[in-house]
């Protein structure tokens, strides 16, 4: 089945370092692809999402294309702040019947980032 | 335009006894899906239902768990006789059934059950 891979962490870095986070994916079809953020003890927020090949999604200073010739997403913000610090999750859409797609998701990355 | 809604935040239940899990879709969305979320994971799938009907539940366990969307009122997640295994986050997530924002799930903020 599909599935997705994310680069394992906790990754630890200095207020307005650069960030990366590799995600690369599994999948028979061609799903859309997204990243989630999930604070501490909250659910998780939509990052941004790519819907197919060479699509960059942004937000937030982030940003992630759609590389369908290496199935990766990464993850990357030029210059990262305090209030960045979640966990980061990948994920693509898998089709359900009818219509539907159900979400898989990578296990998370933990970023912490220090003053 | 309030987002998804989940009660209660937090649940604790001794072994054996049941949970219920409420989940509220965004106006307008009649696409629900429940996730479950063990500790230091991510979210695995567990089942997608629309208003009054179970489209797919792959992901549920076959014994103990069950959920259902009725025509009025929030989705529920049931869990008859909890364990331990149990204790997780639940999120529940929805998306209008067509349009372009069709592919994209709203999360809600979970429900974190703890079974002593």
């Known amino acids: 089945g599909d599935s997705v891979t994310q680069m394992e962490g906790p990754v630890t870095l200095s207020e307005e370092a650069f960030l990366t986070i590799n995600c690369t994916y599994t999948?028979?079809?061609?799903?859309?692809l997204f990243w989630y953020v999930q604070y501490p003890g909250e659910g998780l927020q939509l990052l941004l999402k790519a819907t197919k090949a060479d699509d960059k999604g942004s937000n937030k200073g982030f940003e992630a294309t759609y590389r369908k010739e290496t199935t990766s997403f990464h993850l990357e913000k030029g210059s990262v702040q305090v209030s960045d610090s979640a966990v980061y999750f990948c994920a693509l859409s898998d089709l359900l019947i009818q219509g539907a797609q159900k979400l898989v998701f990578g296990q998370g990355t933990r970023l912490t980032i220090n003053p | 335009n309030a987002g998804v809604m989940q009660n209660p935040r937090h649940l604790v239940r001794r072994r054996g006894q049941e949970a219920r899990l409420r989940c509220s879709p965004m106006k307008g969305h009649s696409h629900v899906y429940w996730y479950r979320q063990l500790p230091e994971e991510g979210l695995k799938f567990m089942v997608y239902l629309q208003k009054e009907n179970i489209i797919d539940e792959s992901g549920m366990p076959k014994e103990r768990f069950s959920a259902e969307f009725p025509k009025e009122g929030p989705s529920i997640l049931r869990i008859q006789q909890v364990v331990r295994g149990d204790s997780a986050a639940y999120f529940c997530?929805?998306?209008?059934?067509?349009?372009?924002?069709?592919?994209?799930?709203?999360f809600g903020p979970g429900t974190r059950l703890t079974v002593l």
């Open positions: 997530a929805s998306s209008p059934a067509s349009g372009l924002a069709a592919d994209t799930q709203y």
């Open positions: 999948a028979t079809g061609y799903p859309s």
